[in-house]
């Protein structure tokens, strides 16, 4: 299984938008509403900020949201803060097989 | 607050085997299944496998050959056996709460294998 695409870096001012985008196949991304998606700080254990397409876990800011069109996933980062800067990782769950697969990581800069 | 806890040994010799447990607090060990993921030094993640409570694993396939998950419900932990390492499994390795994504994590355990 061949991890997801994602863009190397994205970037925004404080209070922009940015969108890392997460493409994968129709046996993985497009085929399962599994898309999660995780934000990581030097250092420090991945953290839960999607899942299932666009839903928030507890204690996430609505500025995080989700989306999924065909075998392209998307995160969305809107009004960023300094803290919003680090590595973003997207994940999906492949039922037909019983496992996951990892997209390749974004570092998200706020200028 | 369910908390993850792991240990193990974070240096060996290529062709030796990494041996790593994670334990679970604070919610329970049923109903669920418990991963390994792994980061190599400036990398992304990679799923290595996961067990539920039952025994029943699922594994990576690239890694398959030499990966053993068990599990032991009366701890609440669950252990990851990695054989004939070689540099390239040299990473930072997380156990994981998993359900169709990663709610919970455990702090982390960098192995590094020496040639």
């Known amino acids: 299984q061949s991890a997801l695409t994602q863009p190397p870096s994205a970037s925004g001012s404080p209070g922009q938008s940015v969108t890392v985008s997460c493409t994968g196949t129709g046996s993985d991304v497009g085929g399962y509403n599994y898309v999660s998606w995780y934000q990581q700080h030097p250092g420090k254990a991945p953290k839960l900020m999607i899942y299932e397409v666009s839903k928030r876990p507890s204690g996430v800011p609505d500025r995080f949201s989700g989306s999924k069109s065909g075998n392209t996933a998307s995160l969305t980062v809107s009004g960023l803060q300094a803290e919003d800067e680090g590595d973003y990782y997207c994940s999906s769950y492949i039922g037909s097989n019983n496992l996951y697969v990892f997209g390749t990581g974004t570092r998200v800069t706020v200028l | 607050q369910v908390q993850l806890q792991q240990w193990g040994t974070g240096l060996l010799k290529a062709s030796e085997t990494l041996s790593l447990t994670c334990a679970v607090y604070g919610g329970s060990f049923r109903g669920y299944y418990w991963s390994w993921i792994r980061q190599p030094p400036g990398k992304g993640l990679e799923w290595i496998g996961e067990?539920?409570?039952?025994?029943?694993?699922n594994y990576n396939p690239s890694l398959k050959s030499r990966v053993s998950i068990s599990g032991d419900t009366s701890k609440s932990q669950f252990s990851l056996k990695l054989t004939s390492l070689t540099a390239a499994d040299t990473a930072v390795y997380y156990c994981?709460?998993?359900?169709?994504?990663?709610?919970?994590w455990g702090q982390g355990t960098l192995v590094t294998v020496s040639s």
């Open positions: 994981a709460r998993s359900r169709t994504y990663f709610l919970y």
């Open positions: 067990i539920n409570d039952s025994g029943s694993t």
